[in-house]
T-cell receptor, first 115, second 116 residues
Framework: EPEVTQTPSHQVTQMGQEVILRCVPI?????FYWYRQILGQKVEFLVS????????KSEIFDDQFSVERPDGSNFTLKIRSTKLEDSAMYFC?????????????FGPGTRLTVL | AQKITQTQPGMFVQEKEAVTLDCTYD???????LFWYKQPSSGEMIFLIY??????QNATEGRYSLNFQKARKSANLVISASQLGDSAMYFC?????????????FGKGTKLSVKP
């Protein structure tokens, strides 16, 4: 069964460093998303991406964040200068317009720890 | 105002019994989708079930069913014949309008514990 994959599973970084979180969405999906979940809290939307551009972004997704689809398979989230409060689980998700239920399937997440 | 409200921070259920996890939502859109996800202690988000706002039948997926009451704006998840492996956090989420690219809005979740 096709699935969304994410690497790395856990990333530890120093405050102020840049991190790139990687995702491989399900191959025939057209819409891609990033969400984050701070420990013990609810999942929050960051950004959606379609047709090589951002469709929508939340107020969390400030100038420190960027997304890219560098090739036909990868979808990345970059945080330019990490802050302590960026520590969270980051989920990538994808969905298929033609799928009817337009369900967003989530990857296993990357746990980002900023020290 | 909360878009998705899950009023039960924690629930206990005896193995093999059924349990209902509550979810109410708030939207003025006519077209929306409702989802339930399971998050075990390992952290991944597992899609369980989907209900579209225009679906007349309640969604069912195996042991999961969604009790959709549109007038009350509720979308409760019913798990029948609970298993120990059902112990996890459960999140209700809504996708408002905008077609398939609409982002999901999540509730705070309910922690379900299944007792042997």
């Amino acid at each position: 069964e096709p699935e969304v994959t994410q690497t790395p599973s856990h990333q530890v970084t120093q405050m102020g460093q840049e991190v790139i979180l990687r995702c491989v969405p399900i191959s025939n999906h057209l819409y891609f998303y990033w969400y984050r979940q701070i420990l013990g809290q609810k999942v929050e939307f960051l950004v959606s991406f379609y047709n090589n551009e951002i469709s929508e972004k939340s107020e969390i997704f400030d100038d420190q964040f960027s997304v890219e689809r560098p090739d036909g398979s990868n979808f990345t989230l970059k945080i330019r200068s990490t802050k302590l409060e960026d520590s969270a689980m980051y989920f990538c998700a994808s969905s298929d317009l033609a799928g009817g239920a337009d369900t967003q399937y989530f990857g296993p997440g990357t746990r980002l720890t900023v020290l | 105002a909360q878009k998705i409200t899950q009023t039960q921070p924690g629930m206990f259920v005896q193995e093999k019994e059924a349990v209902t996890l509550d979810c109410t939502y708030d939207t003025s859109d006519q077209s929306y989708g409702l989802f339930w996800y399971k998050q075990p202690s390992s952290g991944e988000m597992i899609f369980l079930i989907y209900q579209g706002s225009y679906d007349e039948q309640n969604a069912t997926e195996g042991r999961y069913s969604l009790n959709f009451q549109k007038a009350r704006k509720s979308a409760n998840l019913v798990i029948s014949a609970s298993q120990l492996g059902d112990s996890a956090m459960y999140f209700c989420a809504m996708r408002e309008g905008k077609g398939s690219q609409g982002n999901l809005i999540f509730g705070k979740g309910t922690k379900l514990s299944v007792k042997p």
